[in-house]
T-cell receptor, first 108, second 112 residues
Framework: QQQVKQSPQSLIVQKGGIPIINCAYENTAFDYFPWYQQFPGKGPALLIAIRPDVSEKKEGRFTISFNKSAKQFSLHIMDSQPGDSATYFC???????FGQGTELSVKP | DTGVSQNPRHKITKRGQNVTFRCDPISEHNRLYWYRQTLGQGPEFLTYFQNEAQLEKSRLLSDRFSAERPKGSFSTLEIQRTEQGDSAMYLCTGTPNTGELFFGEGSRLTVL
């Protein structure tokens, strides 16, 4: 019940494409769902987060879609750029349980 | 810049030695978490503090690991008798009452 399952493990898109990363959780008590972006050698940086009372949240080119009944949420990156190439982690609170990560490569 | 600093950034040690990492969050971060991250994996929870009280420890935290936050400000994570399996990035986060986790840059441990 404490797991967060993330897919795909890696993703390659062309510049301007819209990568979509998916996460599924089990514990219905989770009340906070952030996405983190991590570059090599750096700590994860909070990108965007959502609470289960809304179904979508947009911040710039990043959008979280949340499906409470399916216990799933996803990250969409609009107009992706090579600078978006990083590893992305979804997470869920209580003490933040992380997914396994998705390595995104955006080709110019 | 999240305001969370960790030292040292990289530590190379021989198996069996003790190492200590330090985390300095900003003053508004009443909660402090330690995570461990190995290559290709997401961060794994180790322990967390609410002010100076250590409220939860993961079973990943063997008796060779000890964490303290003596005055509710900075925290230390000590690993005794290091093993090669301890090689990882040790991440610290500060958390204000709103719940967001702000990570430091991490301390990378290499055990030879």
């Amino acid at each position: 019940q404490q797991q967060v399952k993330q897919s795909p493990q890696s993703l390659i898109v062309q510049k301007g494409g819209i990568p979509i990363i998916n996460c599924a959780y089990e514990n219905t008590a989770f009340d906070y769902f952030p996405w983190y972006q991590q570059f090599p050698g750096k700590g994860p940086a909070l990108l965007i987060a959502i609470r289960p009372d809304v179904s979508e949240k947009k911040e710039g080119r990043f959008t979280i879609s949340f499906n409470k009944s399916a216990k799933q949420f996803s990250l969409h990156i609009m107009d992706s750029q090579p600078g978006d190439s990083a590893t992305y982690f979804c997470a869920a609170r209580g003490k933040l349980i992380f997914g396994q990560g998705t390595e995104l490569s955006v080709k110019p | 810049d999240t305001g969370v600093s960790q030292n040292p950034r990289h530590k190379i040690t021989k198996r069996g030695q003790n190492v200590t990492f330090r985390c300095d969050p900003i003053s508004e971060h009443n909660r402090l978490y330690w995570y461990r991250q190995t290559l290709g994996q997401g961060p794994e929870f180790l322990t967390y503090f609410q002010n100076e009280a250590q409220l939860e420890k993961s079973r990943l935290l063997s008796d060779r690991f000890s964490a303290e936050r003596p005055k509710g400000s900075f925290s230390t994570l000590e690993i005794q008798r290091t093993e090669q399996g301890d090689s990882a990035m040790y991440l610290c986060t500060g958390t204000p009452n709103t719940g967001e986790l702000f990570f430091g840059e991490g301390s990378r441990l290499t055990v030879l």
